[in-house]
């Protein structure tokens, strides 16, 4: 099993760009998330889709837009990137968003950089 | 008042000794806590969770928890270099808008040899 995936790894825009992060995940779970990481502000939630054709609002949904589609995938579209999207994008996924057990596992990260 | 509190570190301690990482969060709903572990330019692990209060223990990692007190701690005995990452707490409400998880800023820790 290859657990989460993430494309692409690495990415440089320009600032009005658009694009799009895919994500995948194999275990068969039903909730995913993707999260921004910058340094010395922790990993923020931008969405989650709790299950298949549900998606909700994180901490920082501002600039994003997201699609599930399908159980396995789950895309994050940057519609005009900024400077202020410079960041490392995790896609995690979890069993189920509501159970306290519930574990939440990482995908490795895509580094994008808005010039 | 951040939600989930961490030292940012770094925390460096010799070789062979009892590293303490601590956490404390805001919400007493608070029901679940994990211990993450990210090496520099990777992704975050889960090493530990934790849901009662006390000690739960998982080789080298001993994880604690203390609700009245709203902290959490990790313990990783006979520390090695390999141990030398960037420790993440989290925790989860249950129920409505407090499920989600809440991410700590994490605690750099570096294992001298």
């Known amino acids: 099993n290859a657990g989460v995936t993430q494309t692409p790894k690495f990415q440089v825009l320009k600032t009005g760009q658009s694009m799009t992060l895919q994500c995948a995940q ?5 909730s995913m998330y993707w999260y921004r990481q910058d340094p010395g502000m922790g990993l923020r939630l931008i969405y989650y889709s709790a299950s298949e054709g549900t998606t909700d609002k994180g901490e920082v949904p501002n600039g994003y837009n997201v699609s599930r589609l ?9 519609e005009s990137a900024a400077p202020s999207q410079t960041s490392v994008y995790f896609c995690a996924s979890s069993e189920r968003l ?7 596992y990482f995908g ?3 580094r994008l950089t808005v010039l | ?22 956490c404390t969060y805001s919400d007493r709903v608070s ?7 990210q090496y520099s330019g990777k992704s975050p692990e889960l090493i530990m969770s934790i849901y009662s209060n006390g000690d739960k223990e998982d080789g080298r990692f001993t994880a604690q928890l203390n609700k009245a007190s709203q902290y959490v701690s990790l313990l990783i005995r006979d520390s090695q270099p390999s141990d030398s990452a960037t420790y993440l707490c989290a925790v989860k409400g249950y129920g409505g808008a407090t499920n989600k998880l809440i991410f700590g800023t994490g605690t750099l820790l570096a294992v001298q040899p």
């Open chain 2, 1 to 22: 008042q951040k939600e989930v509190e961490q030292n940012s570190g770094p925390l460096s301690v010799p070789e062979g000794a009892i590293a303490s990482l601590n």
């Open chain 1, 26 to 30: 194999d275990m068969n779970h039903n």
């Open chain 1, 70 to 78: 399908n159980k396995r995938e789950f895309s994050l579209r940057l």
């Open chain 1, 98 to 104: 509501a159970g306290y057990t519930d574990t939440q």
């Open chain 2, 31 to 37: 029901q679940s806590f994990f211990w993450y572990r």
């Open chain 1, 108 to 110: 490795p990260g895509t």
